[in-house]
């Protein structure tokens, strides 16, 4: 398995009135900046390659156990957001949002 990790979601391809759904291709670089385990790295990255919304995201931390909840969003610009998970002191998923 590859560091980068595949994700679909939905995207409309047409204005809001009678939109369409059609499946796009969103990739999702996760980096190992923690040098975790191989295995611990892996198990990670097939969980978060399901995530190509912040639902998606929600919706995996709630199931979690614990629970993760997203603890901050830090604004970068304004477009661009950085959304930080805590996994377990002191490691952290900061998703890249535009």
């Not at 629970?67 to 901050?72: A, K, S």
């Not at 969003?73 to 949002?97: K, M, R, S, W």
């Amino acid at each position: 398995m590859s560091g980068r990790p595949r994700a679909w979601a939905a995207q409309l391809n047409r204005g809001a009135l009678g939109a369409r759904r059609e499946d796009v291709d969103l990739s999702i670089t996760l980096t190992d900046r923690a040098q975790l385990e191989p295995t611990e790295f892996q198990r990670l990255a097939r969980e978060v390659a399901e995530q190509g919304t912040l639902g998606d995201v929600l919706e995996w931390g709630l199931a979690q156990k614990p629970v993760r909840r997203i603890e901050e969003i830090v604004t970068q610009d304004e477009y661009t957001h950085d959304v930080l998970v805590p996994l377990g002191p002191p490691l952290y998923l900061a998703y890249d949002v535009s």
